[in-house]
């Protein structure tokens, strides 16, 4: 299984960059001096305004996540990761000597996350925010942010949607979670790898997915893999399942459709309590002995949710984002101690949605220092914070993660996708990510400088970017 170096995946990213230091919890930051950022981005950094003493006020951080239902499961450890971060800077002696002090809002429908985001900005007066789990949210909460003028990290709702529809030329938006189409794009890299498809004369493949924009990137981006990789006349689809997110608790329907047609892979995004529901209700019906599962999302919710009933030899994602056991903790010292706070914080393992609000947090307290460092001292005003933003890489327990400062998907944050094998562990107790494959970012995705036009069937650059520049019978990794 392949793995790039830290080295590798920087140079590839962007050219070359100036390590900024050390920085809190042993997370390095790196940020472009300027000649290089007028490259990276086409434009200088923004002069510094009057200078602005740091106010002696706390700095209030918003935090929104589900609280409550099938997405608990997955989104509660936003609100953990960044609370955790949050308690380290403080401990530290804050940002710029400023000290966080949080206040969280629940996540729900798209009308009723906007109403709390709104709260957040408004009434609560947040100086920052982080959030939020779903694909259907952040297209609605993104264009708000920007009226509004609020640095909004999202640690995830990763559908392309954001930035390639709602928001074009974000200011103010970041997300920091891998786009989705490189979730659909690694699962289905994993089947093919994991399962040997590539020997395969045809393969029969079952779809199930939440109705909604996840589900329907996940469907579309992994089946346009299989058919370039394997080719379209070795591909045959036998059945689409489409459940209401977090509306179905009976799965059995859609489980005795799949195995009517008899598929040799079933590939499915559904999340949270909704996968748990189905893996589980799949097991009474032998689903598991007669095909084999390849999921986006299977071990990306709290770690011990996927219990040691599930069966081993399936091909996990884990959103293509972070496992808590990869990087490994006896190589990548980051991860290591990570793991060890957020389990002494919170009694359980972080999933990819804890470590994503905790980068969210340290990439903010970097943006800002730096930004403060640049313009010679005080507190920085939010054009100058998200200049500092803009092109930044961050060292996190995942390894590196660059935001990126150029069209397409302006203000997107990358970092290599995971896809792995599942298999119980009787000394965690529940089943984990083993045999991981650590697929280089910059192979699934949309290049910068890319001027392609997404594609009708998808609606998505990455999509159509497949379709134009993938070899026809060649996995690009």
């Known amino acids: ?51 602005t003493p740091v106010p002696s006020r706390p700095l209030k951080m918003g935090i929104q996540t589900f609280f409550r239902g099938g997405g608990a499961v997955l989104g509660e450890p936003i609100y953990r990761g960044a609370v955790l971060a949050a308690e380290e800077i403080n ?47 952040t297209p609605a909460i993104g264009p708000v942010a920007e009226e509004l003028g609020m640095i909004t990290l999202f640690a995830d709702g990763c559908t392309d949607f954001l930035f390639e529809q709602a928001i074009k030329d974000p200011k103010f938006v970041f997300r920091i979670t891998n786009i989705q189409s490189a979730d659909g794009i690694a ?10 498809l590539m020997k395969k004369d045809k393969i029969r493949v079952a779809h199930i997915h939440p109705d909604y924009a996840y589900g329907r990137n996940a469907h579309a981006h992994i089946s346009i893999v299989l058919e370039k990789v394997l080719g379209k006349d070795r591909v045959e689809f036998v059945y689409e399942g489409w459940p209401g997110l977090f509306r179905v608790t009976d799965f059995s329907p ?13 590939a499915t995004s559904l999340w949270g309590g909704d996968f748990v529901n189905f ?46 056991l990869y990087p490994h903790p006896e190589t990548y010292p980051i991860n290591k101690s990570y793991v060890e706070r957020y389990y002494k914080r919170w009694n359980e393992y972080p999933n990819f949605e804890a470590e994503g609000a905790y980068v969210c947090v340290y990439l903010y307290k970097n943006a800002v220092e730096l930004a403060s460092k640049l313009r010679g001292g005080g507190w920085p005003e939010a054009d100058e914070i998200i200049a500092a933003l803009e092109g930044m890489t961050i060292y996190g327990p995942a390894g590196p993660l660059h935001v990126r400062a150029r069209q397409p998907n302006k203000h997107q944050g990358y970092k290599d996708a995971i896809i792995g094998i599942s298999k119980s562990d ?45 070899k026809e019978g060649v996995l690009p990794i």
């Open 254 to 266: 859609y489980i005795t459709e799949i195995m009517a047609n008899k598929p040799d892979l079933v």
């Open 1 to 51: 299984m392949e793995r790039v170096s830290r080295r590798q995946f920087l140079k590839g990213l962007i050219g070359g960059l100036v390590a900024g230091g050390i920085i809190g919890a042993g997370i390095t930051y790196v940020a472009a001096p300027e000649a290089l950022r007028r490259e990276i981005t086409g434009q200088p950094s923004p002069q510094p305004g009057p200078f």
């Open 91 to 137: 401990e530290a002696g804050g940002i710029l000597g400023r000290k966080i002090e949080w206040v969280a809002r629940d996540e729900g429908t798209a009308e009723e996350s906007v109403r709390e985001y709104r709260k957040l900005v408004e009434e609560d007066k947040i100086d920052f925010y982080v959030g939020i789990t779903s694909s259907g949210n």
């Open 187 to 196: 699962a289905a890299i994993g089947a093919i790898k994991y399962l040997d």
């Open 426 to 470: 009787p000394n965690y107790g529940f089943s984990i990510l083993v045999d991981p494959l650590v697929i280089p970012i910059s192979r699934i995705t949309v290049p910068e400088g890319w001027d392609g036009t997404p594609d009708p069937k998808a609606g998505t650059l990455a999509y159509s970017w497949i379709r134009a520049t993938w």
């Open 279 to 324: 893996y589980k209700q799949a097991l009474g019906y032998g689903l598991f002995s007669r095909t084999k599962l390849v999921t986006t999302l299977s071990h990306g919710a709290k770690p011990q949710a996927t219990g040691p009933d599930y069966p081993d030899g399936n091909v996990a994602g884990v959103h293509a984002n972070y496992y808590f």
